[in-house]
Nanobody
Framework: QVQLVESGGGLVQAGGSLRLSCVASRSIFSINTMGWFRQAPGKEREFVTA????????YYADSVKGRFTISRDNAKNRVYLQMNSLKPEDTAVYYC?????????????????WGQGTQVTVSS
C-alpha cells in the first residue's frame, strides 16, 4: 500500500505556470506507472499524464501536450507536474495516482492508489 499527498496547487492567471508535487509514503522504485488526473466540477475524472518507472516514457492527453511536463524522482519518492501556459479550462482538482501493473492506462479505474487532490484555478 502507498499513500500519496499532492501539493502546489493554487490560483494563477491564464498564461501562468504552476508546479505540482506528489510525495509517496514509501519507495516508488518498484512502482511502474505514476500518473496525474484531473476533475473539473460536474465532469468526470480525466487522464492528464503518466510516466513509466524509469521515467523514460511519458504519456500526455492531447489537451496538455506541449504545455505540461511530468517527471519523477525515485530517490525522493516524488512525481512532479510542471504546468505552463495555463488556460481557464485547466481549472480542476488534480490527483496523483499509482498503477502497479506494468502497462500504462488512461483510465482512472485502472489505478490502484490516489492522493486527496490539489485545486488548480486558472483565471482569465
Amino acid at each position: 500500500q502507498v499513500q500519496l499527498v499532492e501539493s502546489g496547487g493554487g490560483l494563477v492567471q491564464a498564461g501562468g505556470s504552476l508546479r505540482l508535487s506528489c510525495v509517496a509514503s514509501r519507495s516508488i522504485f518498484s512502482i511502474n506507472t505514476m500518473g496525474w488526473f484531473r476533475q473539473a466540477p460536474g465532469k468526470e475524472r480525466e487522464f492528464v499524464t503518466a510516466i513509466s518507472r524509469s521515467g523514460g516514457t511519458t504519456y500526455y492527453a492531447d489537451s496538455v501536450k506541449g504545455r505540461f511536463t511530468i517527471s519523477r524522482d525515485n530517490a525522493k519518492n516524488r512525481v512532479y507536474l510542471q504546468m505552463n501556459s495555463l488556460k481557464p479550462e485547466d481549472t480542476a482538482v488534480y490527483y496523483c495516482a499509482v498503477r502497479q501493473d506494468y502497462s500504462t492506462s488512461y483510465y482512472p479505474n485502472d489505478y490502484d492508489y490516489w492522493g486527496q487532490g490539489t485545486q488548480v484555478t486558472v483565471s482569465s
